[in-house]
């Protein structure tokens, strides 16, 4: 059964930093474009970051853009997000998820399987 877990979420100052990972399993993950959006109360979920197979190619929301950066383990079978200069905008409950077979896309839509999410809070 396919599994997405995250962590390392928590509270953070603005301006700090913080590292999510995500854990996989039952599934080929070294086949799989990973991707990681956020949802913030009351907004819509959003695009954060996406990777493809090897790693080679990523794709950032403009918010986070120069400020995020996304990379993967295919041994550890682990998706990280690092989050430099985060801004009180961060915060947001983050999520990870995985496109089996696919090619790194921003369209949540095309996401099979979806962790349950790691709250970010950015204090200001």
């Known amino acids: 059964q396919e599994h997405l877990v995250e962590s390392g979420g928590g509270l953070v100052q603005a301006g700090g930093s913080l590292r999510l990972s995500c854990a996989a399993s039952g599934f080929t993950f070294s086949r799989s474009a990973m991707g990681w959006f956020r949802q913030a109360p009351g907004k819509e979920r959003e695009f954060v970051a996406t990777?493809?197979?090897?790693?080679?190619?990523?794709y950032y929301g403009d918010s986070v853009k120069g400020r995020f950066f996304i990379s993967r383990d295919n041994t550890g079978n682990t998706v990280s997000l690092q989050m430099n200069f985060l801004k009180s905008e961060d915060t947001a409950v983050y999520y990870c998820a995985a496109l089996p077979f696919g090619g790194a896309t921003r369209e949540a839509t095309q996401y099979n399987y979806w962790g349950q999410g790691t709250q970010v809070t950015v204090s200001s």
């Open positions: 990777i493809g197979w090897g790693g080679g190619t990523t």
